[in-house]
């Protein structure tokens, strides 16, 4: 997809943080943008940002967690512009940091992976046969994350890591059938966004009953963890790199090198336990 003018961007959570530089980058190019969020004032915010500098927006209050909503999303956008040509499924959250996985509760699960899996899930259900409908130039943007191409450390790294995973099929599927519409895994490290606050939109009928006994932990690391992505890079250079990443329809977009020992030392501890010759391996095993 090199020509992004005059077409239609959906993006997920563009109410802060990445979701947002993308809604305003994709709009700067000449598109018009169907934005999305579960918060509500966070969106009517970036919708008119959009719209006071003159371009063509929409919002539409989105849990993405809900197929049902993702499916309302999609109309919402085809009947408001008659097409989608780029889907962001960008919306995140940090989930479950309060203790080893085995204390994770069901809704702990329900919540993390609700967000960061399934709604990435129930775009690629729901727009992809859009687009290819459509007959014309698309592209899918699912963000992923650094923490997909390491080892995992939590559940939010297991959920990236299923993300990542959904995009390379997706990808290879729409490349085997000789689709107009491609895909691309986006793998931010760093980045100055509020993804450590994102327990503030926890629906109530998925919080705990009783706390965890590692709530206070968790509380404390997200704090933590929010003053080191302060430090980090801007959405907006982010949203840069992705305008050229689609145009040149690169399979992945790592940000930075931040990570690359990290990313080596996950591939050489994988090979390390491979038994037997490897040379011209080419079968897939359970």
Same mark, same amino acid.
């Given at each position: 997809m090199e020509e992004f003018t005059g077409r239609v961007a959906v993006v997920t959570g563009a109410g802060s943080g990445m979701g947002k530089a993308f809604a305003l980058r994709w709009a700067a190019e000449g598109m018009k943008v169907v934005a999305a969020d579960i918060q509500r004032d966070a969106l009517d915010a970036t919708v008119a940002e959009l719209t006071a500098a003159g371009h063509e927006a929409i919002g539409v209050p989105t849990d993405v967690s809900s197929l049902e909503a993702i499916r309302n999303l999609a109309t919402a956008a085809m009947d408001t512009y008659g097409g989608i040509h780029l889907v962001n499924n960008n919306a995140g959250v940090e989930g479950y940091l309060d203790g080893p996985i085995w204390e994770a509760t069901e809704k702990d699960w329900t919540w993390t992976v609700g967000v960061n899996f399934w709604s990435a899930v129930y775009g690629v259900q729901t727009f992809v046969p859009l687009m290819l409908a459509g007959g014309e130039?698309?592209?899918?943007?699912? &963000? *992923?994350?650094?923490?997909?191409?390491?080892?995992?450390?939590?559940?939010?790294?297991?959920?990236?890591?299923?993300?990542?995973?959904? &995009?390379?099929?997706?990808?290879?599927?729409?490349?085997?059938?000789?689709?107009?519409?491609?895909?691309?895994?986006? *793998?931010?490290?760093?980045?100055?966004?509020?993804?450590?606050?994102?327990?503030?939109?926890?629906?109530?009928?998925?919080?705990?009953?009783?706390? &965890?006994?590692?709530?206070?932990?968790?509380?404390?690391?997200?704090?933590?963890?929010?003053?080191?992505?302060a430090t980090g890079m801007s959405p907006a250079q982010v949203a840069e790199l992705l305008v050229t990443a689609v145009r040149t329809d690169a399979p992945y977009l790592l940000t930075d090198h931040e990570w690359d020992d990290q990313i080596i030392a996950r591939h050489q501890n994988l090979l390390a336990g491979a038994v037997g010759p490897l040379a011209g391996a080419t079968s897939g095993g359970n």
């Open positions: 130039p698309g592209h899918v943007v699912n &963000t *992923c994350s650094m923490t997909s191409v390491i080892t995992a450390g939590n559940m939010y790294g297991i959920t990236k890591h299923g993300v990542l995973a959904l &995009t390379e099929v997706l990808r290879q599927d729409l490349k085997a059938r000789d689709a107009r519409v491609s895909a691309t895994a986006l *793998c931010p490290g760093t980045i100055a966004t509020n993804l450590f606050h994102g327990s503030r939109n926890r629906p109530h009928d998925l919080e705990n009953e009783v706390a &965890t006994s590692g709530a206070d932990q968790g509380r404390e690391l997200r704090e933590q963890m929010h003053a080191v992505l």
